[in-house]
């Protein structure tokens, strides 16, 4: 069974430029997870999607990041624009049986370095 | 909010020596309580869970951990480690419902051989 897979793994853009993170869950699972990883930190939560209904995003910084999961499936997060703070690992995650799920499988992540 | 804090930020240890990962949660009713391993440039793997039932949980390379709700404690320990056990370890936490899965700021494992 393939697991969660993340595309590119590594980006690096110039800060004020606008970047994109592409996630293909594993197949069947319903709920897909954003986080955010800083350097020497754990990841933290930005969005989880139940389907294609955007459920908990209030650690979203909506004023430059948005986030989407058309027909349920795939999804993609987008920054614009990016600020140097902005250099982290971005990972996905899914789970099969909603919010309350107690297992989360990762993707490898996308590396984004803002210079 | 529940929290997660993991009080060794790095732990340099012998192969073949015993070691143990240390974390701790903030109180909750009810909690179920995670190790995850992060290898360089991989994402997250889990390593084991506690969610009911024995308090002694078993997880995959070797790894254990012990649940201890008096002390709101959920350590890692494996008793002979490996040069490939090398990486960071992240504990984390979540409540019942629908509630997020905290992450404690992981352990870096280094393995000297």
């Known amino acids: 069974e393939a697991g969660v897979v993340q595309s590119p793994r590594y980006k690096i853009i110039e800060k004020k430029q606008p970047v994109a993170f592409w996630c293909n869950p594993i197949?069947?699972?319903?709920?897909l997870y954003w986080y955010r990883q800083n350097l020497g930190q754990g990841p933290e939560l930005l969005i989880r999607?139940?389907?294609?209904?955007?459920?908990?995003d209030s650690q979203l910084p909506k004023d430059r990041f948005s986030a989407e999961r058309l027909k349920g499936v795939d999804s993609t997060l987008k920054i614009q624009p990016a600020e140097l703070g902005d250099s982290a690992v971005y990972l996905c995650?899914?789970?099969?049986?909603?919010?309350?799920?107690?297992?989360?499988?990762f993707g490898p992540g996308t590396r984004l370095t803002v210079l | 909010a529940q929290s997660v804090t993991q009080l060794d930020s790095q732990v340099p240890v012998f192969e073949e020596a015993p070691v143990e990962l240390r974390c701790n949660y903030s109180?909750?009713?009810?909690?179920?309580l995670f190790w995850y391993v992060q290898y360089p440039n991989q994402g997250l793997q889990l390593l084991l869970k506690y969610l009911s039932g024995s308090t002694l949980v078993k997880g995959i390379n070797g790894f254990e951990a012990e649940f201890n709700k008096s002390q709101t404690s959920f350590h890692l320990r494996k008793p002979s480690v490996h040069i490939s056990d090398t990486a960071e370890y992240f504990c984390?936490?979540?409540?019942?419902?629908?509630?997020?899965?905290?992450f404690g700021k992981g352990t870096r494992l280094s393995v000297i051989a």
């Open positions: 995650a899914s789970s099969p049986e909603g919010g309350r799920a107690t297992e989360q499988f």
């Open positions: 984390a936490v979540k409540g019942s419902g629908n509630t997020p899965l905290v």
């Open positions: 109180s909750s009713v009810s909690v179920y």
């Open positions: 999607y139940e389907n294609e209904e955007a459920v908990d």
């Open positions: 197949s069947g699972h319903n709920t």
